[in-house]
């Protein structure tokens, strides 16, 4: 409010002062932006300490192309003087929906644009009436015996609306009872709500919030903050056409985060006793360090590790954890323990630590390829499940070792190590194939990094690879998502291109393969070529209902000017 404006700088802790108000005025507005060619633009309102005047000011801001260079003043649009509208108008809302234009909202429901860098005569422009008007209440005071009534007339000071920016061109008009979205470019109420609050009280309200680049608006009273989710359309011609007087929504209900009882905010605020939060939130730590000694002693046997494990960590009989908190430390120097002593065959109590979600194998590297060196099945499959950062490499090592190793064998240990009691109808070599292939396609992956890693796959296993993929893209059982099954052909394709052709001539099985994959794609080209006509006519459909109807305050022709 002193008028001293400061930008501070990564290579600078010292504010830089780049602006001062005039005497005899306050600050009510600051606002930071930059524009398409990042170009830094400071707007600034002030308001006269005697009478009603407000002032609106601009400046362009440049900086060297080094960072501890100050940044300072590059040039000062004209000082614009803006008058309320009437005596009883006092300034609810500024927005700056674009570094030259500034749009101030008045207690009465005016709408005006000031064009910061135009010439103070044509600056200031009307541009509507907002049908808000403030609310009249009745408040009761008790004076002995007798009651009075206090009406609040309608000319109040009292704040009754706030507007915030959505987007460039779409902005909300809140009020207590209602919520409205108007689309700044051709001035139309693209959407109204009515308001059904879930607070006890109604209060009176204080500040309407956006959050940037979302529909998620922000209630702030005095006594509670409520959040409500305002869907907004597109803003194009066709959208503004089809608004006018059918623009009514079904009602918005907001939803109560903060308690709106103060003896409940006090309850609350008294149980965060900053002393003493360390010993509150760590109580479990004393007794997980005491746990972890233990597991991890050298001369630990089987019987002591599962003992103390199923004594502190997992409830057996219930089949959950014991304690609700693990420590991620914890679970990683276990887990390092059970990896590095494969003689207690502990990988049952791995897969628990596993599906704990705190593992990772790049704190365990050895955790993979220690399952695939001793054959554990089970704990492969709950490694593909449970870890998000398995690399490309390691999954075409995951699947070259499932394709050398599927054999009747293979699936009776897979049987017999599954710890959920249930292989997924595993029992042939061919589903131990699909099974794991499946997971390891859904994996999270960068199609560079992957191409390179397929390089290491021969001909025969990608013959085997497409064989799934197309089994999978007819029957869709797995994995989930058709973009993955078509990522991969795509890849194996492109990768294994010429050794493909090479060999075809020695084997007609590669020929027969790839027709069958050509006639396969060739429906889903002209499966995509239909869903591109519907996805346009429903954009159509959505974007521009109710194309007849007009609004009423829309002119009989619109002009968009183009500033270069």
């Not at 207590?176 to 108007?182: A, G, Q, R």
């Not at 394709?493 to 084997?507: G, Q, R």
């Not at 346009?536 to 619109?558: R, V």
């Amino acid at each position: 409010t002193n008028g001293a404006v400061s930008i501070v700088t990564d290579a600078s802790i010292s504010p830089l002062v780049v602006a001062t108000k005039p005497a005899s005025t306050t600050v009510v507005f600051v606002h930071l932006a930059h524009d398409n060619t990042h170009q830094l633009h400071l707007t600034l309102v002030f308001k006269a300490a005697a009478g009603s005047t407000y002032t609106a000011a601009s400046y362009t801001l440049s900086q060297d192309h080094d960072d501890s260079a100050p940044v300072t003043i590059a040039s000062t649009g004209p000082r614009h003087d803006v008058s309320p509208p009437s005596a009883t108008s006092t300034l609810v809302s500024t927005i700056v929906q674009d570094p030259h234009t500034l749009s101030l909202f008045w207690s009465t429901g005016e709408w005006q644009t000031v064009a910061l860098h135009a010439s103070p005569a044509t600056a200031i422009k009307h541009v509507a009436s907002l049908s808000v008007l403030p609310t009249t209440t009745t408040i009761s005071q008790e004076q002995g015996s007798n009651k009075k009534k206090r009406k609040v007339s309608a000319d109040s000071k009292a704040v009754t609306y706030f507007a915030a920016s959505v987007s460039s061109k779409s902005l909300v008009v809140g009020s207590p009872s209602s919520l409205s979205v108007w689309n700044s470019q051709y001035v139309v109420e693209m959407a109204k709500h009515s308001i059904v609050s879930s607070a006890p009280v109604p209060t009176n309200l204080l500040a309407l919030v956006v959050l940037p680049q979302t529909s998620h608006i922000a209630y702030i009273s005095e006594r509670a903050v409520q959040v409500a989710v305002v869907p907004t359309a597109p803003a194009t011609l066709a959208s503004v056409l089809g608004k006018g007087a059918s623009s009514q929504q079904p009602p918005l209900v907001l939803s109560t985060f903060v308690p709106s009882n103060p003896a409940e905010v006090t309850a609350v605020m008294s149980s965060l006793d900053l002393s003493t939060w360390q010993s509150t939130m760590l109580g479990e730590n004393a007794a997980q360090i005491d746990v972890l000694a233990t597991l991890t002693a050298p001369a630990l046997t089987r019987e002591e590790f599962l003992k103390t494990f199923y004594g502190y960590v997992y409830f057996k009989t219930k089949r959950k954890l014991r304690v609700a908190v693990l420590s991620p430390q914890f679970v990683v120097q276990v887990a390092t323990r059970i990896v590095h002593s494969p003689e207690l065959a502990l990988w049952a109590e791995l897969s628990l630590l596993l599906s704990t979600k705190h593992l990772c194998s790049r704190s365990i590297p050895s955790l993979v390829p220690t399952a695939m060196a001793l054959k554990q099945f089970g704990l492969l499959e709950d490694c593909l499940v449970h870890l998000s950062d398995v690399d490309e490499v390691l999954a075409i090592r995951i699947c070259k070792f499932i394709l050398r190793e599927a054999s009747p064998s293979s699936v009776a240990a897979f049987q017999s190590q599954h710890t959920k009691g249930s292989t997924s109808g595993v029992t042939t070599a061919s589903q131990f194939v699909e099974h794991f292939l499946s997971l390891v396609v859904a994996l999270p992956k960068a199609d560079v990094f992957l191409q390179t890693a397929m390089q290491a796959f021969t001909v025969p296993e990608v013959l085997a690879l497409l064989a799934c993929l197309k089994k999978w893209y007819r029957q869709r059982a797995a994995p989930d998502s058709l973009h993955h099954i078509v990522e991969w052909m795509g890849l194996l394709l492109d990768v294994h291109y010429t050794a493909l052709v090479v060999e075809s001539d020695s084997s007609p099985y590669i020929v027969t393969v790839l027709k069958d994959l050509q006639a396969l794609l060739l429906s889903h080209v002209d499966a995509c070529h239909h869903m591109a006509d519907i996805h346009g006519e429903l954009d159509q459909f959505l974007t521009s209902a109710h194309l007849p109807q007009t609004a009423a305050t829309l002119p009989d022709y619109a002009v968009d000017v183009l500033l270069l």
